[in-house]
């Protein structure tokens, strides 16, 4: 189960896409839609009525927690060479997890 998703938003004003935007307009006009995708998604996950899921929203995950499912690679900087990360190192960071008994599932949101 997860808990339900306050009703309020960050964003009162929305942006007009007609608009000529500044730069800072135009990236504060972008998290404001991978926010609002990201409630999308938030509120279907809801309405799931299985009480074995638990659902982490944000989560961040180490390099060696990545590690542990791709196996050693090569760098992502400096392609060719071997990855250089520390396994306490932040990763990344993945909007949903879901998990049950018997599977998990990684959800990345794109808008």
């Known amino acids: 189960m997860i808990p339900p998703a306050p009703n309020l938003s960050e964003y009162i004003d929305k942006y007009d896409l007609d608009s000529e935007l500044s730069k800072n307009n135009r ?3 972008q998290r404001q839609q991978d926010y609002e995708a ?13 009480p074995d899921m638990i659902v982490l929203h944000g989560l961040k995950y180490t390099h060696g927690q990545y590690k542990l499912f791709v196996g050693e690679h090569k760098s992502k900087e400096k392609p060719g060479e071997d990855c ?4 306490k190192e932040i990763e990344q960071e993945c ?3 879901v998990m049950g008994p018997s599977y998990f599932l990684v959800i990345e949101v794109k808008n």
């Open 38 to 50: 990201e409630v999308i998604v938030y509120r279907a996950l809801e309405k799931l009525q299985d």
């Open 84 to 87: 250089k990360m520390k396994n």
């Open 95 to 97: 909007d949903f997890l």
């Open 27 to 29: 990236e504060s006009q």
